[in-house]
């Protein structure tokens, strides 16, 4: 390792290290909190005293940054992460969409050609649905030893962020309570992987009682035993997380990352905030002791890189894929708008416009609430016009109370839509080949579903997110002009001196850059 010491100004405002810096970052660190909104770093502030209070203290913290697409939502988030690029670039649209060719639903990394390896084997994951490059990938093209690593507790968060060229993405099987990957990456499971799964890492849960940091209030207590019910009601707890920071620490001492001649990439998306966030909504007890816990956690994982590669030769990204709404109840007891709509009610109130207007037949064929795929076939047979009857789709949709708006596939490929940022954010989720028919909006605070709450609006509660950068290079401050997380994948490949992702729309937020 050459060590350059014109260099060494550059990182005088870098965290201490026990292990000297190098020249060029010798890995980035790419962390994901799954529905982790942007008020949670102010709201819990005070409580914070590992890895996001490092964060918010030495990195470049961006207090504007709002997802630019619709629906926010996991797959989105994760692609845009790594990639800058919109759904409309990226060609991941959703979560699931519906597939014309097949009639299915498919999700954003079902690829039948691949198997899963480890757990139940079920299905078959890989990236082949994400048209575009990620940081990782050009990584990979520019410098041959990179290795990049993605992990997670949902194989969408693993696999988008790390991108096509990636040396392995691996996530949980809640069904067994162990990490699993695809044979897109390999025939088999690394070695290390096995090892770590044949400790059955899980079970130390078994029987644990998830209290309050003050002890007064158990949240949940783990089934007695490690049968099938106790791994799958792991996703929602805090120990999914701790799993996941445990994987991340093997991955990193097996995988030797921050040790290669080049920058590593390890992407690392902690997924129980989302699962308890479902549950219990942004305003709960259960929700603030997740973000404290991720802190922690955060907190322990810089401390291990610290140790194996020196913090100084890490660089840091940490955002989320998304946002989320309050509780309906709770909007309504603060007199705030917002509730609940009935499930089914766009289908059904379509389906009967279209079949009172041009008759018998099944008109919807897609089961989204607000993704309306319609029948084209039907619409050949019956010799009518396609915009003709997807407008009055459209309209029916909007007959019903607390829908905000209803856009059209004709709309959305021609731009014709409201020139404001809602419109802007459908407009950008929109890929012609794999969308609907229409895209049925609701009121702000309203969402579907009998409990809990959801996400996926252009809201600002759905679209606030974090952006912190921290490490070699990048300067300690606050910065509070209107960001977008796809800026994050062109900053870092400026920053590392890699191509830019092909289909990325971001701008290099250079302010962050120490200069000589
Ligand atoms: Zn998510």
Redesign the pocket.
């Known amino acids: 390792m050459t060590r350059n010491f014109f260099t060494v100004p550059l990182l005088a405002a870098a965290v201490a290290a026990s292990v000297p810096a190098a020249t060029k970052p010798k890995l980035v660190l790419a962390v994901v909190v799954?529905?982790f909104r942007y008020d949670y770093l102010t709201r819990f502030r005070s409580s914070y005293t590992g890895g996001l209070s490092k964060l918010l203290a030495n990195g470049s913290v961006f207090t504007n940054a709002h997802y630019d697409h619709f629906p926010t939502?996991?797959a989105i988030?994760h692609s845009t992460f790594m990639s800058g690029a919109t759904p409309a670039i990226s060609g991941i649209i959703a979560n699931d969409w519906f597939d014309r060719g097949s009639g299915k639903t498919v999700t954003s990394v079902t690829d039948k050609t691949a198997k899963i390896l480890g757990g139940k084997g079920e299905g078959g994951a890989s990236p082949r649905r994400l048209l575009v490059s990620t940081l990782g990938d050009e990584l990979k093209i520019a410098n041959g030893t990179t290795r990049v690593i993605g992990i997670s507790l949902k194989d969408r968060?693993a696999i988008l962020p790390a991108g096509h060229m990636a040396d392995g993405a691996y996530w949980f099987d809640a069904s067994d309570g162990t990490f699993v990957s695809s044979d897109y990456y390999f025939p088999d499971l690394p070695g290390w992987v096995r090892d770590f799964n044949a400790a059955r890492p899980a079970d130390k849960y078994v029987g644990a009682e998830w209290k309050s940091g003050d002890g007064k209030v158990v949240y949940k207590k783990m089934a007695p035993t490690a049968d099938a019910a106790f791994y799958k009601s792991i996703p929602a707890t805090p120990y999914s997380n701790e799993l996941i920071e445990a994987f991340s620490e093997r991955a990193i001492s097996a995988e030797q990352l921050g040790r290669h001649d080049s920058t590593d990439l390890l992407a690392v998306s902690f997924s129980g905030n989302?699962y308890v966030g479902h549950d219990f909504g942004p305003d709960s007890p259960q929700v603030r002791d997740m973000a404290i816990r991720v802190d922690h956690l955060l907190g322990k994982l810089f401390q291990y890189l610290d140790r194996e590669v020196g913090m100084a030769n890490v660089v840091v990204v940490l955002t989320a894929?998304?946002g989320v709404a309050p509780i309906p109840e709770v909007s309504t007891a603060r007199k705030m708008p917002g509730g609940r709509m009935t499930a089914g009610v766009i289908q059904s109130t379509v389906q009967a416009k279209l079949t009172e207007k041009y008759g018998e037949g099944k008109w919807v064929i897609s089961p989204s609430e607000h993704s309306l795929y319609l029948n084209l076939t039907l619409m050949a047979e019956k010799k009518l016009n396609q915009t003709e009857v997807i407008e009055s789709a459209a309209d029916a949709a909007l007959t019903i109370p607390h829908v905000f708006r209803a856009y059209t596939r004709d709309q959305l490929s021609r731009g014709g839509l409201a020139a404001d940022q809602i419109g802007r954010r459908v407009f950008n989720g929109f890929y012609g080949q794999r969308g609907p028919d229409i895209m049925v909006l609701l009121e702000p605070n309203w969402l579907f579903g009998a409990k809990g709450t959801t996400h996926g609006t252009g809201f600002g509660y759905d679209t606030h997110v974090p952006i912190i950068f921290m490490g070699p290079g990048i300067k300690a401050g606050t910065f509070h002009q209107r960001i977008a997380p796809n800026d994050v994948a062109p900053t870092l490949a400026t920053l590392l001196a890699v191509e830019t992702p092909n289909g990325s729309v971001g701008r290099v937020l250079d302010e962050i850059f120490l200069r000589d």
Do not use: F, K, L, P
Request: hydrophobic share 10%; net charge negative; charged share 35%.
């Open positions: 799954d529905q939502v996991t988030g968060s989302d894929d998304h």
